[in-house]
């Protein structure tokens, strides 16, 4: 299909950035790195995870005080609350006079991005910070026993997505690292123009297993890293091949997995058979970070229909299974966001009855999103699709005798 | 109360009833639940017809009405007029129609008849939902802006302020007259009097009604027909003169020369003697044609067409002027040659024909010539183009560029602030090039002259009387505007203010309001084409007269 717009690139990489000792372990080290950041990096206040006291759980916190940050982490073992929703819920009405850093993984942060779009998130103030993730543990798991969960996810973090723990969002995730490198050539320097989606991005990936990087990806957080004193004199190239290898791997294992998929799900029977469990809990759409309006249709007694018309259905074909239309809903849902999924998978977190929904979303997403030449929350710049009418937007489906022989080769050559 | 439907069929002649049995429709009809009558009549438009579904209305005590006939196109302001003079709101009645849409359409006429009672099913359903609306009035300023003060804006300003209007005209450079005031000589007679020209321009800056602002441009509009609100600037940073409310707006911004042609083709800033067309006509105002050094050239090649290749369109007026100056350089003594380079030639007016065959028996040239380089050799121009296959070249003294006219600069800032669209071409978009031409898509904003694309001066005459007449028409002294009923409306609790609707109006009805977060529609500019409510991703927009509750009951009925 012919893009409707050119894919300015991948996230900058910068050559260097700077680098951070850590004798403690790389969660010491982000810690301290924190509250440098609070305290000299000219910031009012930071929104990061932090442990609930004498609970084994985390939550978002604005932190004003630079000691509550010992018990902050940005990768908690679950993702209860996604960051996305936690930074709307901070900034949707009006830009914050407050000059925050928001320190997320990054699936939450390319959340944040949507958002921002969509207006539910305001940037103009906000640093997007964004660190190497090795995923997260299924939340139902963790809430049934966190001495253990917290015992994996130890293997979790020190087996970098080689371990059998991960949430199945995790074990698919092919964008854990910097948002965009996973899209981007992997020689030469980024343009200047180069989108990005986050500020400062923290490395755990390096060779040098000691410290960790932290990478100034735009002007602004090169600014703030100055700020804190820390001189971006490493070179980034070790990360960078060390992360791109682990991509790779990971994008061929989710290919895979989405082609395997596709053999369970494809045509109308598989795919109700996969959406027969939903209980209409509506969980998935409460939890989605980019599920965002007020009042879900499907919440609402509108869709439903007086009884003579359901006779009328009934009657047409045999038998109406109550509440009516299940599918619906995920459909519904699923044309009005998919563009924007961020594969986070916090839907499937959510789901009573395992469906796996994030698959079903993330699959659907891959396939969709190169349609626009689009990818969700990787450049602040590019406008939403839905946002966004063009001419010769798909003019290969809608008017096929104007579009021109030249477009018409090329819809051959890619299909 | 419980509604009373009254359903009214109309046989429009033999149109109706040759295809559809009437008597069955009602039949069917009647039984349905709040159809308190259901009845035919031969031509409910007739005169008479009016008066007996008038009269029906009032004596049957009807609070709907569903009148089954031809296309709303026709007759649906007919009816709620009727609707009207009876007492009865005009929005709590529905259209059906059975005659394009059923009698016209169906061959059998059992199945004409089976649709004509599923339309009119359908029609009932949703008249019911129908919400009795208000026709507003809203107050509107006579007075109007004219943004640009060439022959097009002067006119427009001068038939306006003929008819009592103030008008209030904007000129970006320190003197009206624009691009016809540049020029030395004027077609078809061969004209040197510039009078006819610079007399428009003072009757312009003499009459009281038009204030003049020149070296001024617009620094603001907003609102909408009737009411716009307009601040100007000042070039030069002095202090902006006074803002002011008028009710339309005259786009008459002209155009520019292109400049962006290649020196090494053209030749233009790298060889003496080789200018541009408004560059001659600067030099045949003055009276003298002569080259860098001083003396006359002896030959002289004119230039069609610089710039048509790249920017995908014909100039219009080049041809004719470039005989123009075929036939002034005629007129000197010693005559020079005169090569006419040109690929095809456009001379579409009446007078257009004598002035080329009067060119050609003065010994002007005329070379059909593709890929014409101009290059400079020993102080000479040398012509070089193909001819076919063959390579040729022609030796001159001067060389005349016709570039292509191109928006005027600034015009995209111009169609942001009044949110009009500009074309493939960078020109301002008609609301329809051939059968709305003067008009902008958006309701009080107007177009003359070249501001949408190249022109001769009558034509731009022409633009200006036209848009002047559309303005005079609908902005009528004393009398309020009447603006769309069905319009959107934005359920403030369910917009999530993601402004999405904003992008896609194409009026500039919706605008976000920052402090409650949500978007709202301006009922004065919004003309109910329904692209916001398609859009709204939490379906918080609705359509007046289109609900989703009316729209899915009647296509449900349809559908049955």
């Not at chain 1, 090169?222 to 490493?234: V, Y």
């Not at chain 2, 339309?248 to 003496?272: C, E, N, Q, R, S």
Request: hydrophobic share 40%; glycine share 8%; charged share 25%.
């Amino acid at each position: 299909m012919t893009p409707h717009q050119e894919r300015t690139g991948p996230g900058a990489v910068p050559a260097q950035a700077a680098f951070l000792p850590a004798p403690e372990g790389t969660k010491k080290a982000v810690t301290d790195f924190l509250k440098t950041l609070m305290d000299q990096g000219g910031l009012d206040a930071l929104l990061v995870p932090v442990e609930v006291p004498d609970t084994p759980f985390h939550a978002w916190v604005m932190v004003k005080k630079s000691e509550v940050l010992d018990k902050a982490h940005p990768l908690p073992p679950v993702m209860s609350v996604q960051g996305g929703r936690a930074l709307s819920s901070l900034t949707k009405h009006g830009t914050p006079w407050l000059h925050i850093a928001a320190v997320m993984r990054p699936c939450e942060a390319r959340a944040a991005v949507e958002l921002a779009k969509l207006k539910q998130v305001r940037l103009d103030n906000v640093v997007l910070i964004t660190i190497d993730c090795p995923g997260a543990l299924p939340l139902a798991e963790y809430v049934a026993d966190p001495e253990k969960g917290q015992e994996r996810y130890k293997t979790v973090a020190d087996t970098w997505h080689e371990n059998e723990f991960l949430r199945p969002a995790c074990a698919r995730c092919h964008r854990f690292s910097l948002t965009g490198l996973e899209d981007g050539p992997s020689e030469g320097p980024a343009p200047d123009d180069a989108p990005a989606s986050v500020d400062i991005h923290i490395g755990l990936l390096g060779e040098d297993q000691n410290g960790i990087l932290l990478l100034p990806v735009t002007p602004s957080g090169a600014e703030i890293l100055k700020k804190t004193g820390l001189e971006a004199d490493r070179p980034t190239a070790g990360w960078e091949s060390r992360v791109r290898d682990l991509l790779k791997k990971k994008k061929e294992k989710r290919q895979a997995a989405h082609e395997e998929f596709r053999k369970d799900i494809t045509g109308l029977d598989r795919f109700l058979t996969v959406f027969d469990p939903c209980i209409n809990c509506h969980n998935c759409m409460n939890v989605c970070p980019v599920c965002y309006c007020q009042q879900c249709y499907f919440d609402t007694q509108t869709q439903f229909c007086t009884s003579s018309v359901y006779m009328d259905r009934a009657r047409k074909r045999g038998a109406l299974r109550f509440p009516p239309d299940p599918l619906l809903f995920h459909l519904g849902r699923m044309s009005h966001m998919v563009l924007s999924c961020v594969s986070c998978g916090a839907c499937e977190d959510a789901c009573p009855v395992s469906i796996p929904v994030g698959k079903v979303f993330s699959w659907v997403a891959d396939e969709t999103q190169p349609a626009f030449g689009y990818s969700a929350g990787t450049d602040r710049g590019d406008p939403l699709p839905l946002q966004n009418f063009l001419k010769e937007e798909f003019c290969e489906i809608e008017t096929p005798s104007a579009c021109g022989q030249a477009q018409s080769t090329e819809v051959k050559e890619n299909a | 109360m419980s509604a009373r439907i009254g359903v009214y069929v109309c046989e429009c002649g033999p149109n109706i009833p040759d295809r559809i049995d009437i008597d069955r429709v009602l039949e069917e009809i009647s039984p349905l639940k709040d159809v308190a009558v259901a009845k035919r009549y031969r031509l409910l438009c007739s005169n008479d017809g009016k008066k007996y579904l008038a009269d029906e209305i009032r004596s049957e005590k009807l609070t709907h009405l569903v009148v089954a006939a031809c296309s709303p196109r026709d007759h649906e302001k007919t009816f709620m007029k009727v609707c009207l003079e009876a007492g009865l709101n005009p929005f709590l009645f529905q259209m059906v129609n059975i005659r394009e849409q059923c009698a016209w359409i169906f061959s059998e006429k059992s199945e004409a008849t089976r649709m004509a009672v599923k339309y009119i099913r359908a029609g009932i359903s949703r008249v019911t939902l129908h919400e009795p609306l208000l026709q507003k009035e809203i107050k509107a300023t006579p007075d109007v802006l004219v943004v640009g003060g060439g022959i097009a804006g002067v006119e427009t300003a001068l038939s306006l302020a003929g008819q009592k209007r103030r008008v209030y005209l904007v000129e970006r450079s320190d003197a009206l007259g624009g691009t016809a005031a540049r020029l030395g000589r004027l077609l078809p007679h061969q004209g040197t009097d510039m009078r006819l020209i610079q007399e428009k321009i003072e009757h312009a800056e003499n009459n009281e009604n038009i204030s003049v602002f020149k070296g001024c441009e617009v620094e603001d509009i907003r609102g909408f027909l009737g009411n716009f609100e307009v601040s100007l600037k000042r070039s030069g940073g002095e202090p902006p003169p006074e803002m002011f409310r008028v009710g339309a707006v005259v786009v008459a911004t002209g155009f520019a020369l292109w400049d962006a042609f290649d020196p090494d083709v053209t030749g233009y800033g790298k060889i003496d003697d080789v200018v541009t067309s408004l560059e001659f006509e600067a030099m045949s105002a003055s009276g003298k044609i002569l080259k860098k050094n001083g003396s006359p050239p002896r030959s002289v090649a004119l230039i069609h067409c610089v710039g048509r290749k790249e920017k995908g369109y014909c100039s219009k007026v080049c041809c004719l002027y470039s005989l123009k100056f075929a036939h002034q350089l005629k007129d000197s003594q010693p005559a020079p040659d005169v090569f006419e380079f040109y690929s095809d030639l456009c001379l579409p007016e009446k007078t257009d024909q004598d002035v080329f065959e009067e060119a050609k028996k003065r010994g002007v040239r005329f070379l059909r010539a593709d890929d014409i380089r101009v290059e400079g050799r020993n102080g000479k121009i040398r012509i070089a183009y193909r001819d076919g296959s063959a390579e040729e070249a022609v030796e001159v003294e001067m060389a005349v560029l016709a570039p292509a006219m191109v928006p005027a600069p600034d015009s995209d800032r111009l169609a942001r602030m009044l949110n009009i669209p500009l074309d493939e071409t960078g020109f301002f978009k008609e609301a329809h090039s051939m059968l709305d031409p003067v008009s902008a898509p958006i309701s009080g904003i107007y177009i003359a002259g070249c501001a949408s694309g190249p022109k001769s001066i009558p034509e731009s005459v022409v633009q200006a009387q036209a848009a002047s007449g559309k303005i005079l028409s609908v902005l009528m002294l004393g009398k309020t505007l009447e603006p769309e009923v069905k319009v959107s409306t934005i359920k403030e609790e369910l917009c999530t203010g993601c402004q999405t609707c904003l992008n896609v109006c194409f009026y500039g009805a919706i605008s976000f309001d920052a402090f409650r977060g949500v978007s709202v529609v301006n009922e004065a500019i919004c003309r109910g084409c329904g692209s916001c409510v398609g859009s709204c991703p939490s379906g918080a927009i609705s359509s007046k007269q289109f609900t989703y509750q009316q729209l899915f009951k009647e296509v449900m009925e349809a559908l049955r």
